[in-house]
């Protein structure tokens, strides 16, 4: 209940906030609707569990007047905490007393030197119940041992840029919904859309809306398509196919207290095996 955690903020004085990027964005929108902003204390953001980027953190940041940090973890290995930002937001340092950390090749399995993208492995070396060797978890980033300022030495790993699972093929080019945020982001707008694939007549098509104030000038129709125009050639230099832009007034999409929706994937491709 959205109204309810403003309210506990407010009562409590809290300073700090941990929860999911998506819904610390819907909470500032909130918060700002209400006209609530000058009864907020929060100083610190610690979010996670779900994919965001540099630019949803400024967003973030800049509209709640704090600092916001990154924490990785999986219910698989430990929960939150296996990984975390120091004051430097220039990735999160794994805890390597406790796990080993690897990229691989999500495809082939093989490991990947420092510094390449790939998928994320764990291997647990001091938890008793539930142990795991090499798991795959399915989430996209890279590993770095370059020295970092804050004097910490383990090993640093970055944002998910994505998830293996959330990559989309559309006429054979790879897409991150990560991508398309960052395009969004960068040129004005909130990150509230919906991705909705499909399949016609044997050809994969991409639309996204997006969340926009409506233009209320007697050309708002037409900024509306210069908008839509613009942003189909900014995701089209991002991610080299075309995708169909659908302005939509705000609160059309529906908002997620927990992970946020953003795909919606109509084209069943994988189907049920009929091998019996």
């Known amino acids: 209940n959205t109204d309810r955690q403003i309210q506990f903020m407010t009562d409590l004085g ?12 819907y909470l500032a929108e909130s918060i700002e609707s209400k006209g609530a902003k000058k009864d907020i204390h929060l100083k610190r953001g610690i979010f996670g569990a779900e994919a965001w980027t540099e630019e949803m ?3 973030i940041e800049n509209s709640l007047g704090i600092k916001a940090y990154d924490i990785y973890g999986l219910t698989e290995i430990s929960g939150p905490g296996v990984s975390f930002e120091c004051s430097e937001q220039r990735g999160m340092h794994i805890n390597e007393d406790h796990f080993i950390a690897e990229i691989v090749d999500p495809v082939t399995g093989e490991v990947l030197p420092e510094g390449e993208k790939g998928e994320l492995v764990f291997t647990c070396i001091t938890k008793k119940a539930f142990p795991l060797l090499r798991y795959r978890t399915r989430d996209v980033c890279v590993l770095s041992r370059k020295k970092c300022s804050c004097g910490r030495t383990f090993i640093r790993m970055s ?3 994505g998830r293996c699972d959330d990559m989309m093929v559309v006429k054979g080019v790879n897409v991150f919904p990560s991508q398309i ?8 707008y909130q990150p509230n859309y919906r991705l909705t694939v499909d399949r016609v007549n044997n050809s994969d098509t991409i639309s996204c809306e997006v969340e926009w104030l409506p233009y209320d000038a007697p050309d708002g129709l037409k900024e509306k398509k210069q908008r839509e125009d613009l942003l189909v050639t900014k995701l089209k230099a991002m991610l080299g196919i075309v995708v169909k832009v659908i302005l939509v007034e705000p609160k059309t999409i529906p908002r997620s207290e927990g992970k946020a929706v953003r795909i919606i994937d109509k084209r069943n491709l994988f189907e049920e095996n009929t091998l019996k």
Do not use: I
Not at 14 to 25: E, I, M, Q
Not at 181 to 188: K, Q, S
């Open 14 to 25: 809290s300073t700090v906030l941990c929860c999911t990027p998506s819904y610390a964005a």
């Open 181 to 188: 945020e960052t395009v969004l982001l960068n040129n004005g």
């Open 159 to 161: 944002k998910p840029l």
């Open 57 to 59: 953190r400024r967003n």
